[in-house]
């Protein structure tokens, strides 16, 4: 042992005290928030899992999990959700990012208040929100009104009750879900980055594809989770603007619910809902990385 | 050796009732009744509840519910605080079958002059409704659709129509467009067969229906907004949508006939005095004060014959007897037997 190892040796020991005490002192001060994740996640969800593999009669029973695989409108009513969750969330994606890219653009100043225009519906009630839409999209509504009115179009189009209604209203909503992650990202972007792309020859689109893009790609990438995962269990907008035409698997547990009392069959949508949400979205990390999909801005 | 056990009985007997007089002073003159909240109770209220609890001598004290799950809950935990529930006589029916449900007393309870089949063993009938068949005025006029073979008939009656999203009240008109007697409907129903031809009907008009309603505020907005042409719904939720500016007309011919019903919990703790209340609250009188404030009819027929109600305002009401001579009352045995089944196939339908 030399001389210098031997006089830091009480040093590291100190130190590694220390260390032992600190990371004590994080696991205290968590442990509440630890606690409450317990209480309201771990202990729900595992009391779902345990219903949906009972019986009526209170007996351990595959019967919910039978039942939705011997009836072709369970299968139709995943895909559906599963379609508009990934519809909704392309469009929020082609709408949202070049929208986040300007508010980045943008001096701080009036960037904050053009975020006001996007946060003040954010603030709004979903509910209210949604029967705007369908004042605006139905029959008699604004936009048919109008553009009759002008003559751009002759018999009423179908705007709401329908698909197209659903994917409007549910793009509306989720918006500020996929900007608000994706602006945090962007404007974290040094602006030295791209200045040096050009400095090496990039012309602005190349810049934007091979250095502006990747690096927003953590803020894209949560948010649209965000928007998908919350898309799958929407329930409010796609009820009113899908005029019962589109039906998704929370409106299926709503009714299982009502009508049979039924919470071992509720439950067990809620668990394939959750297990095929978790699969997809592990599939998704394995292509773009798990850190960036779950792990938001780096 | 026999006298001590009759001794010892009547000590107890003794015990008991002087428990029961000790324990029960302050709750045994009270019961506890739970509504659905809203215009609906509040109507109850002012004509059933409180003036039936003036007559009787007794407390009443009223909450509101979201309906029978929450009285699975209570009854379920062995914790009954409701005595008298209302209810949807569906909801009842099915309750009253998984035994949640107090059978009710007829001999306390007079029925004799109830419409028939507005009462059941575990609840009875507190006003009528009717599902009909209702039209846009700016559409068709006056003189719109009569039948349901007119709401299938989509070159006669070109438009928009609007449905139920489940399967309660949706299955009959089917059938009866189909050319099926009101009075077979539920013989038919009752088979695979006819099941599936009142689905195959539906799939037929599926094309024309716009919208699959979910509820009553729902489809009454519908056509305030005047996004459909043609729509099912209950009668009452269109005169309010009428009175409010909206052009719709409905007709009773073919509606379906069903009504809002009150049941006793099952272990409700004033059981007795329950059933005295529901006998208090089924009489004509009561009933015709109801229709004052909201526009369901009684169940009860001598409600009418009494001339408590504006005869005018009467013909408006489902249960006036020239009204309920056109249609059809939902049989709730079906519902009992069938409904989870023709439930499972309508959502499949819908899905198609």
Redesign the interface.
Known sequence: MSAAARETAPYAAALRADDLRERRTLFGLSLPALLLVFVTLVVPVGWLFWLSFLSDAGEFSLEHYRRMAS???YL??FR?TFEVSLITTSLCILLGYPLAYLLAQLPRRIAALCMIAVLLPFWTSVLVRTYAWLVLL????IINGWGMGLGLWDEPL?LV?NMSGTLIGMTHIMLPYLILPLYGSMRAIDGDYLKAAANLGASPTRAFWTVYLPLSFPGLAAGAAIVFILCLGFYITP?LLG???V?LVSM?IA?D?????NWGAASALGVVLLLLTVALLYLASRVAGFDRVLGGTK | MLERKLLNCTVAVAALHAAVAFALPASADEITVVSFGGAYQEAQSKALFQPAAKALGITVREETYGGIADLRLQVKSGAVTWDVVASGSGSAARAGAEGILEPLDYSVIDVSTFQKGLYQDFCMGGDVFSTVLAWNTKTYGDNGPQSWADFWDVTKFPGKRAYRNSVAGALEPALMADGVAPDKVYEVLSTPEGLERALNKIRELKPHIAVWWSSGAQHAQLMVDGEVDMVTGWNGRFDVAAKSGAGVKYTFNQALLDYDCYAIAKGAPHKDLAMKFLAEISKPEYQAEFTKYITYGPTNVKAYELGLIDDDYARKLPSHPDNAARQLPIDLQWYIKNEAEASAAYQNMLTE
């Open positions: 009836q072709a409108s139709r009513i559906t139905q029959r008699q509504g179908p009750h009820a005029g019962g035409r039906i299926r009714t619910i009502e009508l049979f009392f």
